[in-house]
Nanobody
């Protein structure tokens, strides 16, 4: 069971990056999945999450309108399209799944309350995103 994130890099403000997360050993679409980020000296925060079926998504206020989460069930990958990047988006980005989590919230819980790192037990290794001003 593994999550492998890729796609990070150095980009100028206003630029775009697309992060990808490949899963092996389990089907991503069987669980809530998401992207989290951690900047130096800050707590890890939920950036965007998507429900099992994909009908429900959540975006942090700071990325709404700029980031788009998607999942390709055939390729078993999770993506995060990041446009109009800002220096404050600089962080290590992690993909995560609720697979193996003993504390999954009820499926009816709003996505903004599910996109919390404590509910996620399967994590990728992180990919660095650096946005220069």
């Amino acid at each position: 069971v593994q999550l492998q994130a890729s796609g990070g890099g150095l980009v100028q403000a206003g630029g775009s990056l697309r992060l990808s997360c490949a899963a092996s050993g389990f089907a991503l679409n069987n669980y809530v999945t998401g992207w989290f980020r951690q900047a130096p000296g800050k707590e890890r925060e939920g950036v965007s999450c998507i429900s099992k079926g994909g009908a429900s998504t959540y975006y942090a206020d700071s990325v709404k309108g700029r980031f788009t989460i998607s999942r390709d069930n055939a390729k078993n990958t999770l993506s995060l399209q990041m446009n109009n990047l800002k220096p404050e988006d600089t962080a290590v980005y992690f993909c995560a799944s609720m697979r193996s989590s003993p504390w999954r919230p009820a499926q009816s819980t709003p996505m903004e309350r599910q996109c919390v790192q404590g509910y996620f037990a399967s994590w990728g290794q992180g990919t660095q995103v650096t946005v220069s001003s």
